[in-house]
């Protein structure tokens, strides 16, 4: 992607963040970016096009973060609650940066949710080679791996929105740690 298509994505998410994504125009993202209407519809063909650019570009750097984890050299186990609370601050911190379009996220969530599934399938990706390790290092039970996975990965989506609007508890950022070993109780094995 050229510098130019990063820098019109960025100044976009920024004037949408500010002002949400009804209120922006593609003139406005030209202004913004000092570079005029016809760079931007050079790489855009109109504000729904990048939006979901932003979209995109927001839900990359989790999956980034992610990966991060997934290289890190420590237990499956540990690896395991680090990916879990790593996704839920990423996802969390992507949401509450962008102000005003966070309002647009929720209301089109449906967008949203269909730009997370190669996301998704890849973070899925990321849990099963966890969890493989786990069970290969005798750290979590003998399970289907698939499955598993899935499961663990929806446990920790579900977990999204009260994570972010923080109303689980008001001491939710305090427990998240027992909320993450409440997960591990039914994979791990007893020590």
């Given at each position: 992607?050229?510098?130019?298509?990063?820098?019109?994505?960025?100044?976009?998410?920024?004037?949408?963040?500010?002002?949400?994504?009804?209120?922006?125009?593609?003139?406005?993202?030209?202004?913004?970016?000092?570079?005029?209407?016809?760079?931007?519809?050079?790489?855009?063909?109109?504000?729904e096009e990048i939006y979901k650019a932003v979209i995109d570009k927001e839900l990359d750097q989790i999956l980034e973060r992610l990966k991060v984890v997934s290289a890190e050299k420590t237990e499956p186990d540990e690896k395991l609650k680090n990916h879990i609370l790593t996704h839920l601050d990423a996802v969390r911190y992507a949401?509450?940066?962008?102000?005003?379009?966070?309002?647009?996220?929720?209301?089109?969530?449906?967008?949203?949710?269909?730009?997370?599934?190669?996301?998704?399938?890849?973070?899925?990706?990321?849990?099963?080679?966890?969890?493989?390790?786990?069970?290969?290092?005798?750290?979590?039970?003998?399970?289907?791996?698939?499955?598993?996975?899935?499961?663990?990965?929806?446990?920790?989506?579900?977990?999204?929105?009260?994570?972010?609007?923080?109303?689980?508890?008001?001491?939710?950022?305090?427990?998240?740690?027992?909320?993450?070993?409440?997960?591990?109780?039914?994979?791990?094995?007893?020590?």
């Amino acid at each position: 992607m050229s510098n130019t298509k990063k820098m019109l994505i960025e100044v976009a998410r920024q004037l949408f963040a500010a002002s949400g994504k009804k209120d922006v125009t593609m003139n406005d993202i030209a202004e913004a970016s000092k570079k005029g209407r016809r760079t931007l519809y050079t790489y855009f063909n109109n504000k729904e096009e990048i939006y979901k650019a932003v979209i995109d570009k927001e839900l990359d750097q989790i999956l980034e973060r992610l990966k991060v984890v997934s290289a890190e050299k420590t237990e499956p186990d540990e690896k395991l609650k680090n990916h879990i609370l790593t996704h839920l601050d990423a996802v969390r911190y992507a949401v509450n940066r962008n102000g005003s379009l966070r309002a647009d996220f929720f209301r089109d969530i449906f967008e949203v949710e269909r730009k997370r599934r190669k996301i998704d399938v890849q973070e899925i990706g990321l849990i099963r080679s966890i969890v493989s390790e786990g069970i290969e290092k005798n750290i979590f039970k003998r399970m289907d791996v698939e499955l598993s996975s899935i499961i663990i990965f929806y446990a920790i989506k579900g977990l999204e929105v009260p994570y972010i609007r923080q109303n689980i508890s008001s001491e939710f950022e305090k427990n998240k740690t027992s909320i993450v070993e409440f997960v591990f109780m039914g994979i791990k094995k007893k020590q």
